[in-house]
């Protein structure tokens, strides 16, 4: 199994069918430019296609995928997603970002015990997690 980004668990995302056939399997070890893992309620089979959308961030955000893998975990599912283009992976990759930023956050917010400004969590984030986040395999 490749690394996969992992989303963060507490900005949900919903996976959708969506309505074209799935990957052949004997593809699918080459087919990830990038991906991400996030957990869900049910399983997929590998080479299921899917949407991943994130709904706190509005209707924009959605990024077509397949389903690379699916591992039981003992309340739900770590579902791995690649997605198949440049582009898709560079627009699911910036609000993984996004993702991570507000996670952190929320985090620093209960540390603190006081709300934090979004822009200087983002240059805490960035000073302490950028170089390991675009280091991180994707695919």
């Known amino acids: 199994m490749r690394r996969f980004l992992r989303h963060p668990s507490d900005m949900p995302v919903e996976l959708v069918l969506r309505k074209q056939l799935s990957a052949p399997k004997q593809r699918l070890h080459d087919i990830s430019l990038g991906g991400v893992a996030c957990n869900c309620s049910r399983s997929f089979r590998r080479g299921t296609a899917v949407e991943m959308r994130i709904p706190l961030l509005g209707d924009q955000a959605r990024y077509p995928g397949v389903v690379a893998w699916c591992h039981k975990l003992p309340d739900d599912y ?5 997605f198949v283009d440049e582009d898709t992976l560079f ?5 993984e970002q996004v ?15 006081k709300p934090q400004a979004v822009e200087a969590m983002a240059c805490e984030w960035i000073a302490e997690h950028a170089a ?5 395999s994707l695919g």
Not at 78 to 82: E, K, M, P, T
Not at 91 to 95: D, Q, T
Not at 99 to 113: A, K, P, S
């Open 78 to 82: 770590l579902v791995g997603i690649s």
């Open 99 to 113: 993702c991570q930023i507000e996670h952190y956050r929320h985090q620093r917010e209960l540390e603190l015990g």
């Open 91 to 95: 627009r699911a990759r910036m609000v």
């Open 132 to 136: 390991e986040f675009s280091n991180a």
